[in-house]
């Protein structure tokens, strides 16, 4: 069965540092992985998805993902944070000839200025 | 929030009435989705559909109903037999059902049932 987990309910940051959000996933087959933003009481914002080729993803809003397959891992990284990140971060996975995404219970992101 | 739209934003309803979210979109997009989002729960697959005239139940599917009439829209009814009905409702849709696509979702619709 797939499931990805969010170990950390909330990151807390200073603006200018960099931030990592955690996820690793369980998926029989190849995994496609994919970054969601949400700001409050709004929908889901694409980021960036992991399909194939290089382990280093980038995606909007300078925010990249390295997956690694040995850890079953796609962290999201970004080089400085800024407060405007803060907002609740969603990894999700597909795979094993599944239809449905399944979504981690997300990360909420706490920029400090 | 892309090219979906869901009406209203904001909705309260009485216990044992039915209640329909809508969900519409310009994208040309072939696969639709609902979704329950609970705190600190992640998002909860309702029912998905592939294409016009088909769907298909997902997790929590008991109490919810949908329809496909039209490419550019999924309603959801939630219906009295819905246990907990109180939360917030994402629709989203996608190029194609296929494993490499992402999502585009709406602005969402919380309701409340008291």
């Known amino acids: 069965a797939q499931s990805v987990a969010q170990p950390e309910d909330q990151v807390n940051v200073a603006e200018g540092n960099p931030l990592t959000v955690k996820c690793t996933y369980s998926?029989?087959?190849?995994?496609?992985l994919f970054w969601y933003v949400q700001y409050p009481n709004r929908g889901l914002q694409f980021l960036l998805k992991?399909?194939?080729?290089?382990?280093l993803v980038k995606g909007s809003y300078g925010f990249e993902a390295e997956f690694n397959k040995s850890q079953t891992s796609f962290h999201l990284k970004k080089p400085s944070a800024l407060v405007s990140d803060s907002a609740l971060y969603f990894c999700?996975?597909?795979?094993?000839?599944?239809?449905?995404?399944?979504f981690g219970a997300g990360t909420r992101l706490f920029v400090k200025a | 929030d892309g090219g979906i739209t869901q009406s209203p934003k904001y909705l309260f309803r009485k216990e044992g009435q039915n209640v329909t979210l809508s969900c519409e979109q310009n994208?040309?997009?072939?696969?639709m989705y609902w979704y329950r989002q609970d705190p600190g729960q992640g998002l909860r697959l309702i029912y998905y559909s592939q294409i016009v005239n088909d769907f298909q139940k997902g997790d929590i599917a008991e109490g919810y109903s949908v329809s496909r009439e039209k490419k550019e829209s999924f309603p959801l009814t939630v219906t009295s037999a819905q246990k907990n009905p109180t939360a917030f409702y994402l629709c989203?849709?996608?190029?194609?059902?296929?494993?490499?696509?992402?999502?585009?979702f709406g602005p969402g619709t919380r309701l409340t049932v008291t």
């Open positions: 992991y399909i194939t080729g290089d382990n």
């Open positions: 999700a996975v597909r795979g094993g000839g599944g239809f449905k995404t399944i």
């Open positions: 989203a849709s996608s190029r194609l059902a296929g494993e490499t696509h992402e999502q585009y």
């Open positions: 998926v029989s087959g190849n995994p496609y």
């Open positions: 994208l040309n997009h072939d696969a």
